[in-house]
């Protein structure tokens, strides 16, 4: 081997493992990037639903709705979150990167539920309205059903018209 050929080797091992650092840190950061991080701060508003109160974390912007429960461990039977979109449309929801089993309720202005769906943990499966809604209500899933809420039944609240 000549002194060019120890060079160019040299030099590709340094390559190598420049790349391979590389790799490593892009790997890990795409894996703390995987975890995500819950949204537990939003606004709060109190909702209505017969005699029952329920306290709702509002996701008021693309973000916050993009997020929604993402990464949640858990939340306290009486919460959940709606979701508050700009105008009625056929709104549909997944759970990817939500690990707590729900029930969205699709709801009117009005405080009118259209159509409720329990959706699954950690699944791409599609849940829509079956009309066009501006409101998103999720609660653990059960809760609606527990308390023989279905669809017809109208929440109050500040945030529905009259």
Request: proline content about 4%; some cysteine; overall charge positive.
């Amino acid at each position: 081997m000549n002194h060019l050929t120890l060079f160019r080797f040299d030099s590709a091992r340094k390559a190598l493992k420049y790349f391979a650092r590389c790799l490593f840190a892009l790997s890990f950061s795409l894996s703390v990037g995987a975890q995500g991080v819950a949204q537990t701060q939003l606004p709060k508003t109190t909702l209505n639903a017969g005699m029952h109160l329920i306290q709702v974390q509002l996701a008021q912007d693309n973000e916050q709705r993009q997020i929604g429960l993402m990464w949640r461990k858990e939340m306290p039977q009486n919460e959940g979150m709606l979701f508050v979109f700009e105008q009625p449309a056929v709104q549909c929801f997944w759970m990817r990167n939500t690990f707590l089993p729900l029930t969205a309720a699709f709801i009117m202005d009005d405080g009118s539920i259209v159509n409720l769906a329990d959706m699954k943990p950690l699944s791409d499966d599609s849940h829509c309205a079956k009309k066009p809604v501006r409101f998103v209500l999720e609660m653990n899933q059960g809760w609606f059903a527990k308390r023989n809420i279905q669809a017809g039944f109208k929440l109050t609240g500040p945030v529905f018209t009259k």
